[in-house]
Structures are given as C-alpha cells and as structure tokens.
C-alpha cells in the first residue's frame, strides 16, 4: 500500500485505510477469522439500504446531513457536532447525544464574551486558549482520536481537539478549515481579507503558529516535543491537504479508535458504511466500505448461503452503481488499493447473478472483470480465480442442458487469463471430463478420443493429467474392440496403432497390438 496519510499510524495521523487480509495485504493488527461468526439475522433491514445494523439515531443522522449536503464547504456548528459524535462511533443513541451537545452548549453559555470580541484573531485565539482550560483538561494522547472521549474525559489528540475546535469556530463564526498532514492535523481560519491563521489545536499557545522552512530546521524538534507530538518536517508540512470542516469529519470515521484493535469487527463495518454513505459519489470514501463487503461475501458464500444472498441482493444498486468505475480501473478507481475490492466485488457479483438465473449478464460481467483487471493490480491470480467461477457456474448450466459446445463462447478470447488461474484450468478440465463422459456413455469412442486430445493438447498438468491420458488410453481399446466385434479388422489394428504412435505412454495398447498381430494367420 502507499505511504499517504491514510495508512500510517504514528502520533496523531489518521488510521490506515484498510487492506485484504483475506489476501496478506498489509494491516496493522491481523483480523480474527473468528469475529465474523456473529449474528447477522438482523442486518440488511436499515431504510438506508444498509449491511449493518444502524440505530434509529444514527439513520436520522445520515438523512440529515445528506439532506444538507455536508460536503459543501460550510456547515452549521450543529450539523459538524452531529457529524463528529456519529464519526465517534458510540455514540448511538439521542439521550447520549444530547448530553454530549450540551456539553458544547454550556462552553458557549459560559463563555459569553466570545461573541462580543471584534477581531477574528483575538477571538480564535482566546477560543482556543479557553477550550483549553475548561474542555481539554486531562492532556494530551496520541490515539485519542473521538470527539465523544474527548467530551467525556478532556484526553484528546490531533484530530479531536481539531474537531472540537472546528465545532466552536462554526458557532463562533469564524470561518475555519481542517489541514490533514502525513502525521498530524490541525485547523486552518480564513480571514476576510484572504490572510490564513494556522492554529494548533493540541496547544493552548497554538494560535497563529508559523511553519516555515526556518521553523522546521531550527524550532520543530523542540516545539513537537514538548507538546509530545510526532516531530514533522517541512516535506511533511508541504504536503499538507487543506479540506473542508465535514471533510475532516469524513476522515475521521477512520482514525484510530475505528481500529481493529480497539472496535469490533460488526461495528467496524457500521462506520464503514456510514463513511461511505454520507460520501456517495467519493470512490476514496468507499474503499473500507468496499473491503468489509468483500469480507462479508466471501465469509457468508463458503458459510451462510441464506445470509449471501441477502447480502448481494441489497448491494446490488450499489455495485451496479459502481461497475463502471470498476470496468475503468486507474485512475477513475483512484487508487490499486480501491480498484481491487471494486473488482472483487464485481466478480462477486458475477456469480450471484449467474446463480440468480441472469446467466447472460453474470457471464457478461465475469468476462470483463478479467479483461479491464490490469496485470499490476496487487492480488490478481484472486480477482481472476473469483470471475472465472462465474464462469464455471456457467459452463455448469451449460453442462446440465448437454449444451457442450458452448465452451468457445464461454473462455474465447480469455486463454492467455485463463493459463493463470487454477480455477479456470480446472474449470475446462471439468467441461471436458463431463463432455468425454457424455459421448462415453453412447459408446462413441472416436469422439471421446477426439475431445480427450483436444484437451491434453492444451497442455495443463495437473493431478487429474494422468486420469486423462489413462482414458484415453481406455477408449482407444474400447474403439478397438467395437470395431473388431463389427469385424472392421484392419479399422481396429489401425486404432491400435494410432494409440502407441500418439501416447506417450500406451502399454495396454502395445500389448494388445503385439496379441492380435500374433493371433492372426
């Protein structure tokens, strides 16, 4: 994965967006096989066409702020805290959330003369230094990352004490923005006349603090020290992002206390979906999301196959939705990291749709996974296996109608693909083994011949290589002796021939080549 700000973990950065451990990606605490067994009979049952279960409050919440479309640059100081407490993650319910407000309610009650300060500077930094003495009162820890805690206990770090003060900038009408750096975060005011004023949330003296080359060489050191912050450079300072207040709020659905280690696995895939919900049309915001769905699909296909079905039925619009991006891949995807569990599911898709009855599209769909998968892409022998068994389960169909010579229209245009899958080698070993069964039943022995070269002449070795070339050798005898019982002699010392001329390995035929020829005047 690479190393943005999304995947490090270190002093106040935000939590690493996830990898597929399903497929030894890298993560920072492996997840437990075991937290997928949980009880699922109540999800896919949210009005917001949700996996996980959400709470009444939290539904409530996600239609408000779609309604008002957060993402716009600005937004109420009550809308942020709704979005804030909600990216906490425990906050769940409407009594907790209302004492929570009024905590926020009474710094402002208390704190009157706020309002009547003119200056936008004077204001923000004597906010700052007030929210200081009366709400971050128990220090500072670097992995302190809700507002909730934070509001509960005073601990906070980067993100949090960011996010609180953003809260209050709303109210206290001073136009403010989140900064994400590779290690750290802060807020940013823009004042009437253009100027911007940098504030150090983790400091009550972080007001208009000046972060220049001079700085990092000479001060940084020192100055993050002392705060017990990850010490950064100025290369880490120019690559800083200045976004939105919601947008930071966005970003925090996957700090550090979204963890693996510290969030269970059914709650880790209720804020996924709640991210990528209030950013729908954000390919980025869908990437946890996209990966806790890959992970329940792939869980519940091998061990619940009621609960699969639920599963895909309600993610299909969604995933019909993002197909295109998918089929695109790089850029639109944003990212390999992105494209891969787009693909995944995609392919997954596929044979849901197959099994469903809508064989044609499944087919359709499996076939351009494989195709549009680019042949960087991490994990690809999985997205390959995962598409081409949708297009077992069609040849399968196929099978059972005794629809044979559909196999071309199936892989044509797929063999270079298909060399590098085991499920596709097994899958055309399979087609050819019914198909050869099909004519061996009728005793048709030159076309079980025929189909049986056909196959080894594409050269797979695998376990069942052997059985092939045994019943090949089986049929030739067999075509031997139907043809010597019609009396068509020379046909079937002729089949003989052709089987020790053409097998590597053709005992039973020798012999029995060597005993007819001794047998005859």
Known sequence: ???????????????????????????????????????????????????????????????????????????????????????????????????????????????????????????????????????????????????????????????????????????????????????????????????????????????????????????????????????????????????????????????????????????????????????????????????????????????????YQALMTLLEPYLARWQPVALAGLPDAGSAETLLPLLLLQAHRSQWLVQNGRVAQGHALARRVIVSAPPSLPDLDVVLDTAFQALVLVLQSFQHQQQFDRLPEVMEGLEDACVQSTRCINAIEQHYGAHGQYYWDQSQWSRVIALYHEYLAMGFETANTPVFYTNLEMAYLNSFQQRWFDEEREEAVAQLEVCVIRLPQATACQQQLQATRQSRP
């Open 1 to 307: 994965m690479t190393t943005d700000w999304r995947n490090i973990m270190i002093g106040c950065a935000l939590l690493a967006a996830l990898g597929l451990p399903v497929l030894a990606a890298a993560q920072a605490v492996p997840p437990v096989q075991n937290e997928y067994r949980i009880d699922r009979q109540a999800w896919g049952q949210g009005r917001a066409q949700n996996w996980a279960r959400f709470t009444s409050f939290e539904a409530d919440v996600v239609d408000r702020l779609r309604d008002r479309q957060l993402n716009a640059a600005i937004a109420s100081a009550d809308d942020l805290l709704a979005l804030y407490l909600l990216a906490s993650g425990d906050v769940r319910d409407r009594d907790r959330f209302e004492n929570l407000q009024r905590q926020v309610a009474r710094f402002i009650t208390d704190n009157p003369s706020l309002t009547d300060i003119q200056d936008p500077r004077q204001r923000g930094d004597r906010l700052l230094r007030l929210m200081h003495s009366t709400l971050l009162t128990r220090g500072y820890d670097a992995d302190q990352s809700a507002l909730s805690t934070l509001l509960d206990t005073g601990v906070y770090n980067c993100i949090s004490s960011a996010l609180l003060y953003l809260v209050l900038a709303a109210h206290f009408e001073l136009p403010a923005s989140g900064v994400i750096m590779p290690s750290h975060a802060f807020v940013q005011l823009t004042l009437d006349n253009g100027e911007t004023v940098e504030v150090e949330t983790t400091s009550a003296d972080g007001f208009d603090v000046l972060r220049d080359p001079e700085f990092f060489a000479e001060e940084a050191e020192s100055w993050f020290s002392e705060r017990r912050l990850v010490v950064a450079s100025y290369a880490d300072y120019e690559q800083r992002r200045v976004v939105s207040a919601a947008a930071l709020g966005y970003e925090n659905m996957w700090s550090q206390h979204i963890s693996e280690a510290r969030m269970p696995y059914a709650d880790r895939v209720r804020m996924a979906e709640l991210k990528g919900m209030l950013q729908p049309d954000d390919v980025t915001a869908q990437h946890n999301r996209l990966i806790y769905y890959f992970r329940e699909a792939d869980f519940l296909q091998q061990h619940d196959q009621p609960r």
